[in-house]
């Protein structure tokens, strides 16, 4: 009995640690995440530039520069939602860019804007699972992910998949939310993502839980040096984590 009662505890301790957008205990992680930007996806690229004051496009442009040394020709951008991480990946003239993602909603949207750029001859926007990716191993030169490893299930799983399909020598970039450390970007940025964007949030996308999940996703994420050390135990090598707007975001790149 005491056995058991401490697997029921230990059981209870992990299940608080998942974070999903909509806490149904019939449905996984990634199936809420996937709901969760389907019912956005109309209003998903408003949003986000709108809440972001048009700060996510110079954090990509950034992330993107790290690459441009090794002039990559296939890269795969992962959690690609509308496709913003992939058309800045353009800048690379790379021969092909495949865009994944769990919600069609979300690729629909880029679909469209793929096509109003006529760039959908070297864009493909793809359904898929980041923990399942369908690839041969060593496909990709490189791979980008923006804002969408903290939506992982499986965060080891899912950046085990990246590695796979990475080519020796390849590289990876992630750009993901992280929290500031000082003042006063810190007391801002904690009332703007847990006051501000969910009040708007809200009323704009019509959705009651997607951007309450943002804030709550980012405060679980293991971010900094303990995601450097994640990425080192899944197998990268040359990590590097870099600090962006004051600590808002972090830039982190590894190397098969």
Same mark, same amino acid.
Request: avoid cysteine; charged fraction near 30%; proline fraction near 4%.
């Given at each position: 009995?005491?056995?058991?009662?401490?697997?029921?505890?230990?059981?209870?301790?992990?299940?608080?640690?998942?974070?999903?957008?909509?806490?149904?205990?019939?449905?996984?992680?990634?199936?809420?995440?996937?709901?969760?930007?389907?019912?956005?996806?109309?209003?998903?690229?408003?949003?986000?530039?709108?809440?972001?004051?048009?700060?996510?496009?110079?954090?990509?442009?950034?992330?993107?520069?790290?690459?441009?040394?090794?002039?990559?020709?296939?890269?795969?951008?992962?959690?690609?939602?509308?496709?913003?991480?992939?058309?800045?990946?353009?800048?690379?003239?790379?021969?092909?860019?495949?865009?994944?993602?769990?919600?069609?909603?979300?690729?629909?949207?880029?679909?469209?804007?793929?096509?109003?750029?006529?760039?959908?001859?070297?864009?493909?926007?793809?359904?898929?699972?980041?923990?399942?990716? &369908?690839?041969?191993?060593?496909?990709?030169?490189?791979?980008?992910?923006?804002?969408?490893?903290?939506?992982?299930?499986?965060?080891?799983?899912?950046?085990?998949?990246?590695?796979?399909?990475?080519?020796?020598?390849?590289?990876?970039?992630?750009?993901?939310?992280?929290?500031?450390?000082?003042?006063?970007?810190?007391?801002?940025?904690?009332?703007?993502?847990?006051?501000?964007? &969910?009040?708007?949030?809200?009323?704009?996308?019509?959705?009651?839980?997607?951007?309450?999940?943002?804030?709550?996703?980012?405060?679980?994420?293991?971010?900094?040096?303990?995601?450097?050390?994640?990425?080192?135990?899944?197998?990268?090598?040359?990590?590097?984590?870099?600090?962006?707007?004051?600590?808002?975001?972090?830039?982190?790149?590894?190397?098969?």
């Amino acid at each position: 009995m005491a056995i058991q009662w401490w697997v029921n505890i230990t059981m209870m301790e992990e299940n608080k640690k998942i974070v999903k957008p909509y806490n149904n205990n019939d449905s996984s992680k990634k199936e809420e995440v996937a709901e969760m930007f389907n019912n956005i996806s109309k209003k998903y690229d408003f949003l986000n530039h709108f809440f972001s004051l048009g700060i996510d496009k110079i954090w990509r442009k950034q992330s993107i520069k790290l690459l441009k040394e090794l002039s990559p020709k296939r890269i795969l951008d992962i959690a690609t939602g509308t496709g913003d991480f992939a058309i800045a990946a353009l800048k690379l003239n790379p021969k092909e860019v495949i865009g994944v993602d769990i919600s069609q909603g979300m690729l629909d949207v880029g679909i469209e804007k793929m096509k109003k750029k006529g760039v959908d001859d070297v864009v493909r926007m793809k359904l898929g699972d980041s923990e399942e990716l &369908p690839f041969e191993d060593g496909y990709f030169d490189a791979i980008t992910v923006g804002f969408g490893v903290r939506n992982y299930q499986n965060l080891e799983k899912g950046l085990g998949e990246m590695l796979r399909v990475l080519k020796l020598g390849g590289k990876v970039i992630i750009l993901e939310f992280s929290k500031p450390k000082k003042f006063p970007v810190k007391q801002f940025y904690g009332f703007y993502s847990s006051k501000v964007i &969910p009040f708007f949030g809200k009323r704009i996308s019509k959705d009651e839980r997607a951007y309450a999940y943002l804030p709550e996703s980012v405060a679980a994420f293991p971010e900094g040096a303990a995601f450097v050390s994640i990425m080192e135990k899944v197998g990268y090598t040359a990590i590097a984590a870099k600090k962006v707007s004051g600590g808002i975001a972090t830039i982190y790149s590894g190397i098969k």
